[in-house]
């Protein structure tokens, strides 16, 4: 079952991974993408302590999948046979700071969140 788990892991990381990459040459090449990009800002500025949520979590998941990969080609040198072999064992050990962020992000920001709407009604 865990290695269910790491494998679903992995292609949601790698799939996140190449999307980040796509939509970074689209920014430079495509202004349809530019405009999409600038919109989702905008909205979930204007959406509030939601909107701020949804956007940590983006980050969170575009920061964490590009680090993943980074240091499986790192330690793969190169992609190459080695690098899914690699990536998997990358995704298995996490690191300090993804233990740490996954506990804010996933437990104290909807805690906080319900605390804050329950008190300020």
Request: proline share 0%; aromatic share 20%.
């Given at each position: 079952?865990?290695?269910?788990?790491?494998?679903?892991?992995?292609?949601v990381s790698?799939?996140?991974?190449?999307?980040?990459?796509?939509?970074?040459?689209?920014?430079?090449?495509n202004e349809n993408i530019r405009s999409n990009v600038i919109y989702l800002y905008e909205e979930l500025a204007s959406s509030g302590v939601?909107?701020?949520?949804?956007?940590?979590?983006?980050?969170?998941?575009?920061?964490g999948s590009i680090l993943s990969i980074s240091v499986a080609i790192i330690n793969a040198r190169g992609i190459n046979k080695k690098f899914i072999?690699?990536?998997?064992?990358?995704?298995?050990?996490?690191?300090?700071?993804?233990?740490?962020a996954n506990r804010v992000i996933?437990?104290?920001l909807p805690l906080s969140i319900f605390?804050?709407?329950y008190f300020s009604a």
């Open positions: 079952m865990d290695s269910i788990w790491k494998l679903s892991n992995g292609i790698l799939a996140t991974a190449m999307l980040v990459i796509l939509i970074i040459l689209g920014l430079i090449f939601i909107g701020i949520y949804v956007s940590i979590i983006l980050i969170y998941m575009v920061l072999s690699t990536f998997f064992n990358v995704q298995s050990k996490k690191l300090k700071f993804f233990k740490w996933y437990i104290f605390v804050y709407y």
